[in-house]
């Protein structure tokens, strides 16, 4: 399955923005996906994760309350609202896909399909 991440962009602190992944090549309406982002200088981090059923979602500490994920399997997309932005934000943003009926995971290396990633900046 191939990832396309788009929805990025440069927005103001407060802003919002919505992040999209479209699967093509293969549906990911079974798979559990996740978003990662990684800033300059620092590791890659997990932000937020949803499962192949879209009953559960997990966020990490600092988004939790300002973002969202959630999919429409029928247009193979999963959504990551971003809310509240703040200038600590600023990174590219990948989604990820695990293989189907798994549950989703906050470790990066559990996911063996990625998008190219989209740029995310926040001016303070």
């Known amino acids: 399955v191939q990832l396309q991440a788009s929805g990025g962009g440069l927005v103001q602190a407060g802003g919002s923005l919505r992040l999209s992944c479209a699967a093509s090549g293969r549906t990911f309406s079974h798979s559990p996906v996740a978003w990662f982002r990684r800033a300059p200088g620092k590791e890659r981090e997990f932000v937020a994760a949803?499962?192949?059923?879209?009953?559960?979602?997990e966020y990490s500490d600092s988004v939790k309350g300002r973002f969202t994920i959630s999919r429409d399997d029928a247009k193979s997309t999963v959504y990551l609202q971003m809310n509240s932005l703040r200038f600590e934000d600023t990174a590219g943003y990948y989604c990820?896909?695990?293989?189907?009926?798994?549950?989703?995971?906050?470790?990066?290396?559990?996911?063996?399909?990625w998008g190219q990633g989209t740029q995310v900046t926040v001016s303070s």
């Open positions: 990820a896909a695990r293989g189907p009926f798994l549950d989703a995971t906050r470790v990066s290396d559990g996911y063996e399909h």
């Open positions: 949803i499962s192949w059923s879209g009953r559960t979602t």
